[in-house]
């Protein structure tokens, strides 16, 4: 008896497009009716189809299924495609679970910063490395990065585009530059550039969305501090935390540590 491969697909729960797949693949043959020229279906297919939707279930590629049904693959064969399969599952998952810590950091550190916008608090700002000189707008920033740092893949969250400027300058102006964390290496042709170490003991610190006007970022902090008594050198350090996009521009939250006077 054969069925066709709609009552196929009625019997398994599978579409039909799916089967024909299969056979197209030339994993399942079934023979075509001479009177209506329909492909129909042996019971030795429907278990062929059986075996690889188990196949499937337990991640085996097409390549994978083709060759056990197809190229007469031993036993043997069969027990080393299960080992290959389980240690590439083992990497998966272990990169998944990676990637569910640094999602997991990352969203407790983006409610820190959304929560920390309009709030104000003193601290010191963090050590974080810079060469010397700034980022001019005129040169390729792909340039200044190559002659600074040796960069892998995962050393971006590393990252800053950072600025700094003075309140106190008759007109404030960023002065943009990379920096980063201290994980990071600078390139073996440049280990005798001088390298900056910004730190602070002592910052009034907070969160804001970048704008291209350093006193329009920093109004609200120089407002507090005013209302509040607190010295400023008037020194400005931002470095970016998240970035967005309005409009197909790129934004970035900034954590700003506005320099407190010793005096």
């Not at 069925?3 to 075509?32: C, F, H, M, Q």
């Amino acid at each position: 008896m054969y069925l066709t491969v709609n009552e196929i697909s009625k019997a398994l729960g599978i579409p039909t497009e799916t089967i024909r797949y299969y056979v197209r693949e030339g994993i399942i043959t079934p023979r075509k009716n001479k009177e209506n020229n329909y492909w129909e279906y042996s019971s030795d297919d429907l278990i062929k189809l059986t075996d690889i939707l188990f196949y499937r279930n337990v991640s085996f590629t097409i390549q994978d299924i083709k060759a056990i049904m197809t190229e007469n693959v031993p036993l043997e064969g069969i027990s080393s495609m299960i080992d290959r399969k389980k240690n590439e599952l083992i990497d998966e998952i272990q990169r998944s679970v990676a990637s569910l810590h640094e999602l997991q950091d990352w969203s407790e550190h983006l409610q820190r910063e959304m929560a920390r916008v309009g709030e104000y608090y003193i601290d010191a700002m963090p050590v974080s490395y810079r060469r010397k000189g700034k980022y001019e707008e005129a040169q390729h920033i792909a340039h200044y990065l190559e002659k600074s740092f040796d960069f892998d893949k995962g050393d971006w969250g590393d990252v800053s585009v950072s600025f700094t400027f003075n309140v106190n300058d008759p007109q404030p102006k960023l002065e943009r530059y990379v920096s980063f964390s201290g994980s990071l290496k600078l390139k073996s042709t440049n280990l005798s550039a001088e390298v900056i170490a910004e730190k602070e003991d002592k910052c009034l610190i907070t969160e804001v969305h970048y704008s291209d006007d350093p006193m329009e970022m920093c109004k609200g902090l120089l407002d507090y501090a005013k209302e509040n008594n607190i010295k400023l050198t008037g020194t400005v350090y931002g470095r970016e935390n998240t970035n967005y996009y309005v409009d197909g521009r790129r934004m970035s939250m900034y954590c700003l540590y506005a320099v407190i006077s010793k005096k």
